[in-house]
C-alpha cells in the first residue's frame, strides 16, 4: 500500500501538483505522520516509511536529472557544504567496499540514509505558496499530535508511534514518561513564537499546548534545550517588542520549577552510577556521564589509525562487527546479552564518530553550521530566526538523542532553507484564516 502512495506521489509531482505530492513525501517520511503503527507499515513489504520517502526522493531526483531540469543551487555557503559532504560520501562508500569489503545488504542499510543529501537538489521546485499550504497542514497535525502525546500520560497508553516510555518517581509521584514528540513540533513552535505578524486563531493556547508537550517529557536536555535556546535568543535581540512573551516564559519556568529542579538534582548521580560495573555492561541508566563516556570510547576507537581519522569504521552492520570491542553500550537481548557496539539512539556523537571519522564529523559539523550561518544572517526574516533556534536546540538534544546523526536531521533545516530563498525579501504574512485553517 505505501509503495503505490510513493508512486501517487511522484506522479503528482510530476503532473505539477506538488503540494499533495509534498504532503505524501512528509507524510512517508514520518511513518504517517507518527499516526500508523509499525506492524501496519511493515506488512508486506517490511520496509520503514523513511525507505518509502528515500524512494520519492531520488526517484524525483532521477527524472529531473533524465529531463533536463534538475538545477543546483550555488552561491552560498550551505551548497558548498552540501557539495563537499556529498563528495566526502563518495570517496567514503568506495572506500568501505573497497578495503572493508561488508557484505553488501548491511551496506545498504546503514548507507541509505545518507542518500536523502539528494533532495537539495529538488527542494527549490517547491514553491512559495506551496510551502505556505504545507506549514498550514503540518500545524494542524502537529496539534492533534501534541494533544494525544498529553493524553498519553494520564491513560498511560502510547498514541503516536516512535519513542520510547520510560517510568519512574519524580516528587513522590509515578510518572510514566513518554518520548515521541511530534515531529515538527520544533519548526512549528518556533515559527509560531517568531512569526508575530502570523494570524492563527487560538495561538496563545496552541504555544501552551506544546510547551505542555515538552514539559510533560521530563527530559532533562529537552527541558534545558527549549530554556537556553528561548535564551540565547532573547539575548541576540530575537523577541524585539515582545515583552509579554518573555515575560511568559519566566512564568512557565517558574511554575514549572520544582519538576525542573528535581529532575536536574537528579542528575548528580550520573557519575555514582556509570562507574557502577554493572551499569557499565548493561548501559541500562543512560545518564548524560554514560554518554559521554561512550562517545569518548568511540572517539578513542577511530582515533588509532589514519583510516578510521578521515572515515571511521564505514557502514558496516552490526551483525558483520565484532562483538564485544567497546564496554559501554546497551545489552541486546536478542543475542544474549551482548553489547550493541554500533549504532544507538541515546547520542548522536558516537555515531558520528564511528561512521564518519573525526574528518568526516568534522565535515558533517561544517554543514550544519552553514545552515546556522545562513539563519543568523537572515535572522531579520522571522522564518530564518525560527530556523536558527531549531538549529540550536538539535545541537543540545544532539548529546541526548541520535536522531542529529541520521542524515535525514537536514531535510527540515533544507525546507527552511529554500522557503527563505523563495520569499527573498518578502515578509513572514502568511494568513492562516484566510488558507482555511478552520475548514
Not at 550551505?78 to 553488501?104: E, K, M, Q
Amino acid at each position: 500500500m505505501f509503495l503505490f502512495i510513493t508512486f501517487i506521489g511522484i506522479y503528482l509531482f510530476i503532473k505539477g501538483n506538488k503540494y499533495h505530492s509534498f504532503l505524501i513525501f512528509l507524510f512517508l517520511l514520518t511513518d504517517g505522520f507518527q499516526f500508523i503503527p509499525e506492524p501496519v507499515l511493515l506488512f508486506g513489504f517490511n520496509v520503514y516509511g523513511k525507505d518509502y520517502a528515500l524512494i520519492y526522493s531520488l526517484s524525483i531526483f532521477f527524472l529531473l536529472c533524465l529531463t533536463g531540469r534538475i538545477t543546483f543551487p550555488h552561491k552560498s555557503i550551505v551548497f558548498f557544504s552540501i557539495t563537499l559532504f556529498s563528495v566526502f560520501l563518495l570517496c567514503a562508500a568506495i572506500v568501505d567496499i573497497g578495503f572493508y569489503n561488508p557484505s553488501l545488504p548491511g551496506f545498504l542499510l546503514i548507507f541509505r540514509v545518507n542518500l536523502f543529501v539528494l533532495t537539495y537538489f529538488w527542494l527549490n521546485k517547491i514553491d512559495v505558496e506551496v510551502y505556505n499550504k504545507v506549514f498550514v497542514f503540518i500545524l494542524k497535525i502537529t496539534i492533534i499530535q501534541s494533544f494525544l502525546c498529553i493524553l498519553q500520560v494520564p491513560f498511560g497508553v502510547k498514541l503516536l508511534t516512535g519513542g520510547g516510555i520510560t517510568d519512574f518517581d519524580v516528587l513522590g509521584f509515578n510518572w510514566c514518561r513518554y518520548s515521541n514528540l511530534p515531529y515538527f513540533l520544533f519548526p512549528c513552535l518556533f515559527i509560531l513564537l517568531m512569526c508575530k505578524d502570523l494570524i492563527v486563531p487560538y495561538k496563545k493556547y496552541i504555544l501552551m499546548l506544546f510547551f505542555m508537550v515538552i514539559f510533560f517529557t521530563l527530559t532533562r536536555t529537552l527541558i534545558l534545550g527549549v530554556v537556553l535556546t528561548i535564551g540565547l535568543s532573547v539575548l541576540l535581540g530575537f523577541f524585539k517588542n515582545q515583552k509579554k512573551l518573555v515575560f511568559s516564559f519566566v512564568v512557565i519556568f517558574i511554575l514549572f520549577l520544582p519538576v525542573i529542579g528535581a529532575r536536574i538534582l537528579s542528575s548528580t548521580d550520573d557519575i555514582n552510577t556509570v562507574v557502577d560495573a554493572d551499569d557499565i555492561e548493561n548501559g541500562t541508566e543512560m545518564t548524560f556521564a554514560f554518554r559521554i563516556f561512550h562517545m569518548g570510547e568511540r572517539y578513542l576507537y577511530v582515533n588509532q589509525d589514519l583510516k578510521h581519522k578521515i572515515f571511521g569504521i564505514g557502514f558496516i552492520h552490526e551483525i558483520d562487527f565484532p562483538r564485544d570491542v567497546f564496554i559501554f553500550g546497551h545489552k541486546d537481548d536478542s543475542k544474549n546479552g551482548a553489547i550493541i557496539q554500533l549504532d544507538q539512539g541515546d547520542i548522536s556523537w558516537s555515531n558520528l564518530f564511528l561512521r564518519y571519522g573525526i574528518f568526516g564529523t568534522l565535515l558533517y559539523f561544517l554543514l550544519f553550521m552553514s545552515f546556522l550561518i545562513c539563519f543568523y544572517k537572515n535572522n531579520r526574516q522571522p522564518v530564518a530566526a525560527a530556523g536558527f533556534m531549531f538549529m540550536i536546540i538539535s545541537l543540545i538534544l544532539s548529546f541526548g538523542s541520535g536522531n542529529f546523526s541520521q542524515f535525514d536531521f537536514f531535510l527540515v533545516p533544507m525546507f527552511f532553507f529554500f522557503y527563505l530563498r523563495e520569499v527573498k525579501e518578502k515578509p513572514f504574512l502568511l494568513n492562516l484564516k484566510e488558507t482555511n485553517f478552520n475548514g
